[in-house]
């Protein structure tokens, strides 16, 4: 289950890659609009925009500007021009990727997406060829120096699916997205402050990569497929050795 642990090294890369190219914002402002669209304004009632209003605060985003994003959207105003598209492909050597677009122009993303797959060594799928092996879920990643025991008590009432036990003593809380929120503010409530969090798409097992030829190639893919403007979010069962993704950011 180590594996696990993976999504928030990846993220957290590819979080400080985007704040580099400034297009977080742009990519989070469109996240909050949608969520909205679909759920409404207030994030009480709406699990998608509190997961989208969590990580714009965690980059900085000020509340002011999160709120103008959720009552565009809530008025059905740019939004309504953004339709949501997942495509699925296999990146070298069959690694399994999951594609999350928001586009105005279905044609254009998806021969972006199809242009990124065959350049670095991958091809797209079909719908359903990969997305059995990601579940929708929460993450919460609590600090080594917080116990089982404390995580337990804190969140007992807010209803976790699992705790998973990650290297180094750290710990990860697994939710459903509807019990995301409740969760993470049961955890700060009692003075728990989690290193990072999302809802998104996790995969139940993990592809291994220790070979630093094939993990620079995985990682061009998923850079390249990150930089397009349709693209939301990018999910793998690649597990990079840390090794290598220190060598790519050296």
């Known amino acids: 289950m180590a594996g696990h642990s993976k999504w928030a090294n990846i993220k957290h890369r590819k979080a400080a890659q985007d704040a580099k190219r400034g297009k977080v ?33 965690a980059n900085n985003m000020t509340k002011d500007t999160i709120q103008r994003a959720a009552d565009r959207g809530a008025g059905h105003h740019d939004a309504d021009e953004m339709e949501e598209i997942v495509y699925e492909g296999y990146g070298p050597e069959g690694v399994a990727i999951l594609v999350e677009c928001m586009t105005d122009n279905r044609n254009r ?102 070979d630093p030829d094939l993990g620079r190639r995985v990682m061009a893919l998923i850079d390249w497929l990150e930089d397009l403007d349709d693209v939301q979010n990018v999910y793998t069962n690649a597990d990079v050795n840390d090794a290598i993704l220190e060598q790519l950011d050296a």
Do not use: C, W
């Open 25 to 57: 914002f742009s990519k989070l402002i469109r996240e909050l609009s949608v969520a909205a669209r679909h759920g409404g304004a207030d994030p009480a009632d709406n699990p998608r925009l509190r997961a989208a209003m969590d990580k714009a605060l």
């Open 109 to 210: 993303t998806v021969s972006d997406v199809r242009h990124a797959f065959s350049r670095h060594g991958g091809n797209l799928g079909t719908s359903g060829s990969v997305s059995f092996l990601f579940h929708h879920q929460g993450r919460i990643a609590v600090p080594a120096d917080v116990s089982e025991e404390a995580v337990m008590a804190a969140t007992l009432d807010a209803e976790p699916d699992d705790l998973l036990t990650l290297g180094q003593g750290r710990l990860e809380v697994i939710t459903s997205p509807q019990r995301y929120g409740a969760v993470q503010d049961a955890l700060v409530d009692a003075g728990i402050m989690p290193l990072a969090s999302e809802v998104g798409l996790f995969p139940e097992t993990m592809t291994v990569i220790d």
